[in-house]
């Protein structure tokens, strides 16, 4: 069984900055990607950035661009997501998920069925 928790959600300000970590656990598991996604209260789950496991390829909503940047520690099977010049909308539960199929086309990457193992998620709050 695969484990994933993710921490570092909390409450800031509008302009602030958090970094969210997503630690795996549990039987030796080697994902292809891992993503973070994100569901505001009465919306969907929504995509927010991905990666590969190996290599160097990431991938982002639009929406984050510019402010938000994805990265691994593949020895600590760690993922983290720096997030700068946050915005209000930017609220929301922050979930990692993990992937063991291969994926292609960087548009598979933000479909959360893609996905095997998601976290519990952890709550980000910006305020204005």
């Known amino acids: 069984q695969v484990l994933l928790v993710e921490s570092g959600g909390g409450l800031v300000q509008a302009g602030g900055s958090l970094r969210l970590s997503c630690a795996a656990s549990?039987?030796?598991?080697?994902?292809?990607?891992m993503g973070w996604f994100r569901q505001a209260p009465g919306k969907e789950r929504e995509f927010v950035a991905a990666t590969r496991w190996s290599g160097a390829s990431t991938y982002y909503a639009d929406s984050v661009k510019g402010r938000f940047t994805i990265s691994r520690d593949n020895a600590k099977n760690t993922m983290y997501l720096q997030m700068n010049s946050l915005k209000p909308e930017d609220t929301a539960v922050y979930y990692c998920?993990?992937?063991?199929?291969?994926?292609?086309?960087?548009?598979?990457?933000?479909?959360?069925?893609?996905?095997?193992?998601w976290g519990q998620g952890t709550q980000v709050t910006v305020s204005s």
């Open positions: 549990g039987r030796t598991f080697i994902p292809y990607a």
């Open positions: 998920a993990a992937s063991k199929n291969l994926m292609i086309g960087s548009s598979t990457y933000s479909y959360p069925n893609n996905y095997d193992y």
